[in-house]
């Protein structure tokens, strides 16, 4: 579903990603962790479009993307981003920010549509004429994700979507994405410093370090211990335990 081979992003002199390769299969999750600054989220706005300087080939479901994108991609490829507080407009109400898309791409059944994706986020109807500064953190986050559902896209590229959020609520978040992958076979990235978030929802994880994967490795490899790069080694013992979702956010 998703190809991507040599990219490489300079900001001025600097390469902030280097030649970087790996495809995900339709309906699967693909995980990209390291530290800050290391590249991984830089490879998610070339990839949403967000950002057109880029070398290297990158596709979607076989077709090469090139730096402007047309609106069937943006239908078909949405992000959720990092902070709910930041992504979600402040003088816009929950039915608000669910309707842009579907008026954007000339989506109608607006009604139900809106109450479906609610529903599919665990959220009560009576959110959906509130503002954001009426709901939790997790509640806007879970905002975000209908938000994004709502063009009924095939792939989701998931930016650190709940290291803003309180350790109470990470993890159902998690699951939410889980289920929701499952239910509608779409098709993931996700972005995180945490490997024990990025084992709960991936099946492959990509290492990365300086702008550069060091390594690709199944989830329950990832468990078993059985890695090969010592910064991937690094990255597991500074992690918690991978095999408790109950855990997930919590300090080691």
């Keep these: 579903m998703i ?3 040599n990219l490489t992003v300079r900001f001025g002199q ?19 962790v390291g530290e800050s600054g290391s590249g991984k989220s830089t490879i998610l706005r070339a990839l949403s479009g967000l950002n057109p300087d880029w070398t290297g080939q990158m596709a979607v479901d076989g077709v090469k993307l090139l730096p402007k994108r047309g609106r069937e991609f943006f ?16 003088r816009q109400t929950v039915d608000r920010a669910l309707s842009e898309p579907l008026l954007v791409h000339g989506m109608g059944d607006i009604d139900r ?17 509130r503002y954001p500064h009426q709901l939790s953190g997790g509640q806007r986050q879970r905002v975000a994700i209908a938000r994004a559902l709502m063009s009924e896209p095939d792939i989701l590229l998931l930016d650190e979507p709940t290291s803003a959020l309180d350790v109470s609520v990470q993890a159902e978040v998690l699951n939410l994405l889980a289920d929701l ?3 509608r076979t779409l098709t993931y990235i996700m972005v995180s410093h945490n ?6 929802v ?3 994880v990509g290492v990365m370090q300086g702008g550069e994967i060091v390594e690709i490795v199944a989830t329950q ?16 013992a500074l992690s918690i335990e991978l095999e408790d979702p109950e855990t997930v956010g919590q300090p080691a």
């Excluded at 549509?113 to 004429?129: G, H, K, N, Q, Y």
């Excluded at 490997?195 to 709960?200: D, G, Q, R, T, Y």
């Excluded at 490899?221 to 597991?236: F, I, K, Q, S, Y």
């Design 75 to 90: 239908r078909r490829v949405q992000m959720v981003f990092q902070d709910p507080y930041g992504s979600l407009h402040p």
């Design 14 to 32: 600097t390469e902030a990603v280097k030649n970087v390769s790996f495809t995900v299969a339709r309906g699967d999750a693909f995980g990209l």
């Design 3 to 5: 190809a991507i081979e």
């Design 181 to 183: 992958r499952a239910a």
């Design 202 to 204: 991936c099946s492959r």
């Design 195 to 200: 490997l024990a978030v990025i084992a709960h």
């Design 221 to 236: 490899a990832l468990r078993d211990g059985n890695v090969a790069h010592p910064h991937t080694r690094e990255l597991r």
């Design 113 to 129: 549509r809106i109450t479906r994706a609610l529903d599919e986020v665990a959220l009560p109807a009576s959110a959906r004429f």
